[in-house]
C-alpha cells in the first residue's frame, strides 16, 4: 500500500526484541512514507520547498503544508483577491515569475 504512511500513524522504532511481523510492518509503513515523500515533493515547485521540512513524515509535510497555505478568514480572501485584481505585468522580468506571483 502506497497510502499506508497516510492512513496508519508511524510504528514504534524497532528493537532487538521485535518480531518478524512488527518488521514488515514497519519496513512496509517506511517504503510507503518514502515514495509518498517523493511524489509529493516532486510535485511542489522548487521556490516554495525553502519553508518545507527536510525530515519528516508524510502526515507532517501535510500539516507543515496545510498551516502555510491556510487562509484565516474571508477578510484575507477579500485582501488576495484584490492583490491578484491590481496585479499588472510592468514589463520587467519574466512573465513565468509573474504567472507564479499570480
Wanted: glycine share 4%; charged share 30%; net charge neutral.
Amino acid at each position: 500500500n502506497v497510502d499506508l504512511s497516510l492512513v496508519t500513524d508511524k510504528p514504534r522504532d524497532l528493537t532487538v526484541t521485535s518480531t518478524d511481523d512488527e518488521k514488515s510492518v514497519h519496513a512496509a509503513w517506511m517504503k510507503s512514507n518514502r515514495i509518498c515523500l517523493l511524489s509529493m515533493r516532486r510535485s511542489i515547485l522548487d521556490h516554495l520547498k525553502s519553508d518545507m521540512p527536510t525530515d519528516c513524515t508524510t502526515k507532517e509535510l501535510m500539516s507543515a503544508i496545510n498551516e502555510r497555505y491556510r487562509i484565516s478568514s474571508n477578510d484575507d480572501i477579500g485582501s488576495i483577491m484584490q492583490g491578484l485584481f491590481n496585479m499588472k505585468y510592468d514589463g520587467n522580468g519574466v512573465v513565468r515569475d509573474y504567472v507564479i506571483r499570480m
